[in-house]
């Protein structure tokens, strides 16, 4: 199962669906110019991201640029 750490809490996130149906949140990736720079979960997310846009890929991040 792929399974991280949340940056802002250290909660444990998953980045695969697998993950999601065992019960963790979905981990949301920060991308910036490709690179990932730090993963956050959902609560997090919320609390100090909550006006940024929720792509699915990064292809789909890249065609609204």
Known sequence: MGVVLCDACSREVATIVD????G???????VIEGYITEVICEE???????????????EEAEEKE
Do not use: H, M, Q, S
């Open 44 to 58: 997090c997310r919320r609390k100090y991201l909550n006006n940024k846009p929720i792509n699915n890929t990064l």
């Open 24 to 30: 963790l949140d979905i981990g949301y990736a920060l």
């Open 19 to 22: 993950g999601i149906d065992e």
